[in-house]
């Protein structure tokens, strides 16, 4: 949920059930946001986002 997202600091850890280089949706409220794909740099994980859509950006508003 977007509330969970707010709470994210340094030491949390997501779980993701994609590896390195293998695409993935970028999701909040069950709403599809983007896509990207997982990285890796210095030997820590990230995401690279390859696609936003701000068309439903506005649909997370309450």
Known sequence: MLADLLNI??????ELDKLAGEPLDIKV????LGKAEVVVVNEKYGLRV???NTRDINDLAP
């Open 9 to 14: 600091d340094d030491d949390t850890v997501i």
């Open 29 to 32: 409220n069950n709403i599809l």
């Open 50 to 52: 390859l696609e936003f």
